[in-house]
């Protein structure tokens, strides 16, 4: 948890992303003091109002001229299209030295700098599972120094591990893979729940196995040290039943082609949107 120097924390945006972070920092008696936490939004999402009344937590729907006075970092946790009506009083606000951590998609190192100043900047992009403390981050920064890194993982840390690249161009493979990720897995449980049921299963049933088959294969994944092919080649015997289905979903066309495709336009549409753009990053 991000102890660092007793600085304040802000956090702008606290809807499923912003809520589930702040949840990670004050958890626990080794948690983020409540007192050195801000939370700015014009309309707190359930989860955040439930943080806000539990640990009594400063909060505005918008922020003032001197509620950053001795701000050390500052998380954007807003929709990437509510940044630039957000960063406005932001830029006026932020004193010189104050550290930006942003996870909004698609919005680059060098947006943030163009609309908040030069500045230590850190950019990630974690996924919903976050929210549960199973997400995965990956993040780059500009120059920012070691502690603001160190600092910027801290803060990413409750949500999953974190992962630092150097090249921006990276976070649109990443949006892609990691970020828009869980939505794919969350599509393999219902094409599994519906392949169930037009083998003749009532659709309940069906539905509480393809959970029950994504959800245990993942804690697998999760906790045993085999790649995922070995895996899979540990539950296949020749000529079964396990195999004719591969034989399926692996042949032309199959799932690697199909997720081949999908996460290029993925890539590409992150691209579009801006993910690709600042070329290299600091670290
Ligand atoms: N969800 C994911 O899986 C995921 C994964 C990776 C990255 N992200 C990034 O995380 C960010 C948040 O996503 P989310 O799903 O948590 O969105 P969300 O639930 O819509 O949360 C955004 C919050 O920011 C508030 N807000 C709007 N304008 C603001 C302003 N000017 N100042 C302060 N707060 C403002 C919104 O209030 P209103 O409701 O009134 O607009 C809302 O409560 C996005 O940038 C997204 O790209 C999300």
């Given at each position: 948890?991000p102890?660092?120097?007793?600085?304040?924390?802000?956090?702008?945006?606290?809807?499923?992303?912003?809520?589930?972070?702040?949840?990670?920092?004050?958890?626990?008696?080794?948690?983020?003091?409540?007192?050195?936490?801000?939370?700015?939004?014009?309309?707190?999402?359930?989860?955040?109002?439930?943080?806000?009344?539990?640990?009594?937590?400063?909060?505005?729907p918008?922020?003032g001229?001197?509620?950053?006075?001795?701000?050390?970092?500052?998380?954007?946790?807003?929709?990437?299209?509510?940044?630039?009506?957000?960063?406005?009083?932001?830029?006026?606000?932020?004193?010189?030295?104050?550290?930006?951590?942003?996870i909004?998609?698609?919005?680059?190192?060098r947006?943030?700098?163009?609309?908040?100043?030069?500045?230590?900047?850190v950019?990630?992009?974690?996924?919903?599972?976050?929210?549960?403390?199973?997400?995965?981050?990956?993040?780059?920064?500009?120059?920012?120094?070691?502690?603001?890194?160190k600092?910027?993982?801290?803060?990413?840390?409750?949500?999953?591990?974190?992962?630092w690249v150097?090249?921006?161009?990276?976070?649109?493979?990443?949006?892609?893979?990691?970020g828009?990720?869980?939505?794919?897995?969350f599509?393999?449980?219902?094409?599994?729940?519906?392949?169930?049921?037009?083998?003749?299963?009532?659709?309940?049933?069906?539905?509480?196995?393809?959970?029950?088959?994504?959800?245990?294969?993942?804690?697998?994944?999760?906790?045993?040290?085999?790649?995922?092919?070995?895996l899979?080649?540990?539950?296949?015997?020749?000529?079964?039943?396990?195999?004719?289905?591969?034989?399926?979903?692996?042949?032309?066309?199959?799932?690697?082609?199909?997720?081949r495709?999908?996460?290029?336009a993925?890539?590409?549409?992150?691209?579009?949107?801006?993910?690709?753009?600042?070329?290299?990053?600091?670290?």
């Amino acid at each position: 948890m991000p102890d660092g120097n007793g600085e304040r924390i802000i956090l702008v945006g606290a809807g499923r992303m912003g809520a589930a972070l702040a949840a990670g920092w004050l958890k626990g008696a080794r948690g983020l003091s409540p007192d050195r936490l801000l939370i700015i939004d014009p309309d707190p999402s359930d989860s955040a109002k439930d943080l806000i009344r539990r640990y009594d937590l400063k909060s505005a729907p918008a922020l003032g001229p001197r509620m950053a006075a001795d701000v050390g970092m500052v998380v954007l946790a807003m929709k990437p299209q509510q940044f630039e009506v957000a960063a406005t009083p932001l830029a006026k606000a932020l004193p010189p030295g104050a550290a930006v951590l942003s996870i909004l998609a698609g919005v680059s190192l060098r947006q943030l700098q163009d609309a908040l100043g030069s500045r230590p900047l850190v950019r990630a992009m974690p996924n919903t599972a976050a929210a549960i403390g199973k997400g995965i981050s990956v993040a780059i920064a500009n120059e920012a120094g070691l502690t603001v890194r160190k600092q910027a993982e801290a803060l990413l840390k409750p949500g999953g591990p974190v992962e630092w690249v150097t090249d921006e161009r990276q976070m649109s493979a990443v949006t892609a893979l990691s970020g828009s990720g869980p939505a794919y897995v969350f599509l393999m449980c219902e094409a599994l729940a519906g392949a169930g049921f037009a083998e003749g299963l009532p659709r309940p049933l069906a539905e509480k196995l393809a959970r029950a088959t994504v959800a245990g294969a993942g804690a697998m994944l999760a906790e045993s040290k085999e790649t995922p092919q070995a895996l899979r080649m540990a539950v296949t015997s020749p000529g079964g039943t396990t195999q004719a289905a591969l034989d399926v979903m692996m042949g032309e066309g199959g799932l690697p082609d199909l997720m081949r495709h999908a996460v290029s336009a993925a890539e590409r549409r992150a691209r579009q949107l801006g993910g690709g753009s600042g070329g290299r990053g600091g670290r």
